[in-house]
């Protein structure tokens, strides 16, 4: 069985930055994409950024310039740099990776990090 561990989200006042990890631990082959959302109060799901594993990188619109997706394969780890970050920033941030075991390709979501923007 596969977990996805998320850790770096919290309060920050606006223009501050914040780091977000998410670390894959079980029985993993290898980890194909990396994805990061996030669900703003009273919204929907919403893509932030998405990393493969040969590291090329997409990120939505309202991030690019501010956002930075990166990956350690080797710690099976992706990261989530934030600056310049803004009220509208605000939600719970979401890590998904495709897993591939020994058995199976599984799509496994984190129990998501809580990133406030406020002064």
């Known amino acids: 069985q596969v977990h996805l561990v998320e850790s770096g989200g919290g309060l920050v006042q606006p223009g501050g930055s914040l780091t977000l990890s998410c670390a894959a631990s079980?029985?993993?082959?290898?980890?194909?994409?990396m994805n990061w959302y996030r669900q703003a109060p009273g919204k929907g799901r919403e893509f932030v950024a998405t990393?493969?594993?040969?590291?090329?990188?997409r990120l939505v619109d309202s991030v690019k310039g501010r956002y930075t997706i990166s990956r350690d394969n080797a710690k099976n780890t992706v990261y989530l740099q934030m600056n310049s970050l803004k009220p509208e920033d605000t939600a719970v941030y979401y890590c998904?990776?495709?897993?591939?075991?020994?058995?199976?390709?599984?799509?496994?979501w984190g129990q998501g990090t809580q990133v406030t923007v406020s002064s």
């Open positions: 998904n990776m495709g897993v591939s075991t020994s058995t199976r390709l599984s799509d496994i």
């Open positions: 079980g029985s993993i082959v290898s980890i194909s994409f």
């Open positions: 990393i493969a594993r040969d590291g090329i990188t």
